[in-house]
């Protein structure tokens, strides 16, 4: 239950935000999961990566600023750090429930529990609409080829959107973690 006694009502979720020493509360009309997506999908094409995309569409819901939010899902992009392993979307996913579902007591096995079951939910759905989870499966590349692409990203042009899933995959893990969190509300 992520340790909140609230997860079932159907009004407010309440949360201890880690960024603020006040509480930080959560509602149906301030998730709204089309425009969540959207705004993913947008910063995936204003540059972000894919896992900052996702990260970046709900950070202001846990006190985060954008700063912070792209920093702390910078390493995760495409497959981590391009090496085409788990995708970066799915990722910034994880990210997102470690906030909606803190684990951060080390002897605290119930939120850990609970943050994990969260996070293998999440996992089960995205491969479930989209096949995997690893990036190299999504993208269609062989191993030899993903472990000789380099640290160095592509240029984003519209040849690169137009031969990649990656906005469907952010739009995807967007969707997919908003309906989590709000089919608890």
């Known amino acids: 239950n992520c340790g909140f006694s609230t997860l079932s009502a159907l009004k407010n979720l309440i949360f201890r935000s880690?960024?603020?020493r006040n509480y930080l509360t959560i509602t149906?009309?301030?998730i709204n999961i089309d425009v969540r997506a959207a705004r993913a999908a947008a910063f995936f094409?204003?540059?972000y990566n894919c896992s900052q995309s996702v990260v970046l569409a709900y950070a202001d819901l846990y006190g985060m600023d954008m700063k912070m939010a792209a920093t702390i899902a910078s390493s995760f992009g495409a497959g981590m750090g391009r090496l085409r392993e788990v995708c970066g979307a799915v990722s910034g996913m994880f990210v997102l429930a470690g906030l909606h579902c803190p684990a951060a007591d080390p002897t605290d096995r119930v939120s850990k529990t609970a943050n994990y079951a969260l996070?293998?939910?999440l996992a089960a759905q995205?491969?479930?609409e989209n096949?995997?989870?690893v990036c190299r499966e999504l993208l269609g590349?062989?191993?030899p080829k993903a472990d000789s692409e380099g640290p160095r990203p592509e240029l984003r042009t519209a040849d690169y959107y137009a031969k990649r899933p990656c906005v469907k995959c952010v739009e995807s893990a967007a969707r997919?973690?908003?309906e989590k969190i709000t089919s608890k509300l």
Do not use: C, N, Y
Request: zero cysteines; proline letters at 4%.
């Open 126 to 128: 995205f491969r479930s």
């Open 141 to 143: 590349l062989d191993r």
């Open 131 to 133: 096949g995997s989870i």
């Open 28 to 30: 149906m009309e301030e």
């Open 176 to 178: 997919i973690f908003g």
């Open 18 to 20: 880690p960024h603020k």
């Open 119 to 121: 996070v293998q939910a």
């Open 45 to 47: 094409k204003a540059g």
